[in-house]
């Protein structure tokens, strides 16, 4: 089975901090992203990467970035955390061609107070 | 730039009626698509895709999806839903342009389906 682990279920930071998510996959995909999750809002596009050290702004980039020194691990960092961030944060990964699925983590709920 | 959109934000059927969940796609050619299903807690699981040949897909649990290009749609099916489909349902479109954004997966804003003995 393919499987995508985030670090952490929940996290509470405090406003300012330097926030990492990290995202671990098993099955040499070759594609990753990130995703926020909030009500009534679906799952908006944050960064994705096609390869590593490679990666595309998706829709909403402003005040996170990302890292990808190697194939199975992308990092979200938001480089100083504020309350709009609170918020769910999904991993995915899939393989490079566009027809296949994307595998997704069981999400990292994090609140900034 | 490619978009997705869901309509119907909440949804609400009677246990044994049929369900149909709308998806409204923006692409400049013929798009991957994709449905998914989150239950309360849970991560996200994909109930079928669509990325060319037969128009009508099958997915698991019962669901299927229709592709029609000349309305840009893919609407998700269930003849007679059950309780355990209560659950928040993803539109997604994929790219299949070249360039750095192949791959690109852009989903909708979901609609929760409630549904009720």
């Known amino acids: 089975d393919v499987k995508v682990t985030q670090s952490s279920r929940y996290l509470v930071k405090r406003t300012g901090e330097k926030v990492f998510l990290e995202c671990v996959q098993d099955?040499?995909?070759?594609?990753m992203f990130w995703y926020r999750q909030d009500p009534g809002l679906g799952l908006r596009l944050i960064y994705f990467?096609?390869?590593?050290?490679?990666?595309e702004k998706g829709d909403i980039p402003e005040g996170y970035s990302v890292s990808r020194e190697k194939k199975e691990r992308f990092s979200l960092i938001l480089e100083s955390a504020s309350t709009n961030q609170t918020s769910m944060y999904l991993c995915?990964?899939?393989?490079?061609?566009?027809?296949?699925?994307?595998?997704f983590g069981q999400g990292t709920r994090l609140t900034v107070v | 730039a490619q978009s997705v959109t869901q309509p119907d934000i909440h949804i609400t059927v009677s246990e044994g009626a049929s369900l149909e969940l709308r998806c409204n796609y923006s692409?400049?050619?013929?798009?991957?698509l994709f449905w998914y299903v989150q239950s309360p807690g849970q991560g996200l699981q994909l109930l079928l895709k669509?990325?060319?040949?037969?128009?009508l897909v099958q997915g698991i649990k019962g669901f299927e999806a229709e592709f029609k290009r000349s309305q840009s749609s893919f609407n998700l099916r269930k003849p007679s839903v059950h309780w355990s489909d209560a659950a928040e349902y993803f539109c997604?479109?994929?790219?299949?342009?070249?360039?750095?954004?192949?791959?690109?997966?852009?989903f909708g804003q979901g609609t929760i389906l409630t549904v009720h003995p």
């Open positions: 995915a990964s899939r393989f490079e061609w566009g027809n296949t699925e994307a595998f």
């Open positions: 099955m040499d995909h070759e594609n």
């Open positions: 990467s096609y390869d590593v050290k490679m990666k």
């Open positions: 692409y400049g050619a013929t798009p991957y």
């Open positions: 669509y990325f060319s040949g037969d128009t």
């Open positions: 997604a479109v994929g790219s299949n342009a070249g360039g750095t954004s192949y791959g690109k997966l852009t």
